[in-house]
């Protein structure tokens, strides 16, 4: 059980243009997901806390207008990198809470979205 | 934002060999997490820590919640070629405004040699 699903799992695209990442838990709802980024060889850094119907919480330093989230249902929660740079090339990991877990409960992971920017 | 300071960094160890690694805070958390992470995949839970001084083991893998709530170690029994990954820990902060945010440590990247 627990299973966060992202999609797509990797994606290129051109400088300039935007890109969404899903993620969605499967087999549980969610009223918390969490993005991170991840840069090679280096730790996950929280970047925004997505919440069912309001909206994210963005980490100190972490633009709001260019990375837009969304978390329309208990399910699902979209990540969209706009006007992308190559220095926005990363690995995009989300995790979910179960609705009726509490603050303590484990996260589940989704398995990451490997973007490139050219 | 903050991070936990985990090591060593790196090991290279033979296989059948045990191996420990540990992170350590100047802050109180009331949760401790370990993941492993292979690579191009998301982090994959281990085990959860939710008492200063619980000790949990899931399989090979034993790991501990330190009663100073500072620190957390995690030690792998008897290693095998699938150890190979990179393992996080990752704790939640008593109090405050972080609700369910977890806060990494910078992993720890296991190599094991057959």
């Known amino acids: 059980g627990a299973v966060v699903s992202q999609h797509p799992s990797w994606v290129i695209c051109k400088s300039g243009t935007s890109v969404k990442i899903e993620c969605r838990s499967l087999d549980f709802q969610a009223t918390t997901m969490f993005w991170y980024r991840q840069f090679p060889k280096q730790s996950l850094m929280l970047m925004a806390t997505s919440n069912e119907g309001s909206k994210a919480t963005y980490e100190q330093g972490v633009e709001k207008d260019k990375f837009l989230i969304n978390h329309a249902s208990l399910t699902l929660s979209t990540l969209t990198v706009t006007s992308a740079h190559p220095e926005d090339s990363s690995f995009y990991i989300c995790?979910?809470?179960?609705?009726?877990?509490?603050?303590?409960?484990?996260?589940?992971f989704g398995n990451g979205t490997r973007l490139t920017v050219t | 934002g903050q991070q936990l300071n985990q090591s060593p960094q790196s090991m290279f160890i033979q296989e059948g060999e045990d191996v420990s690694m540990n992170c350590t805070s100047s802050?109180?958390?009331?949760?401790w997490l370990w993941y492993k992470q292979d690579p191009g995949e998301g982090p994959v839970l281990l085990i959860a820590l939710y008492k200063a001084g619980e000790l949990t083991s899931n399989g090979r893998l034993t790991a501990q919640f330190g009663i100073t709530r500072k620190d957390s170690f995690l030690n792998i029994s008897a290693s095998i070629p699938s150890d190979v990954g990179i393992y996080f820990c990752?704790?939640?902060?008593?109090?405050?405004?972080?609700?369910?945010?977890?806060?990494f440590g910078q992993g720890t990247i296991l190599t094991v040699h057959p």
């Open positions: 802050s109180i958390f009331n949760t």
């Open positions: 995790s979910a809470r179960r609705a009726e877990g509490t603050y303590n409960s484990p996260l589940h």
């Open positions: 990752a704790g939640r902060r008593a109090g405050g405004t972080s609700y369910g945010k977890l806060t």
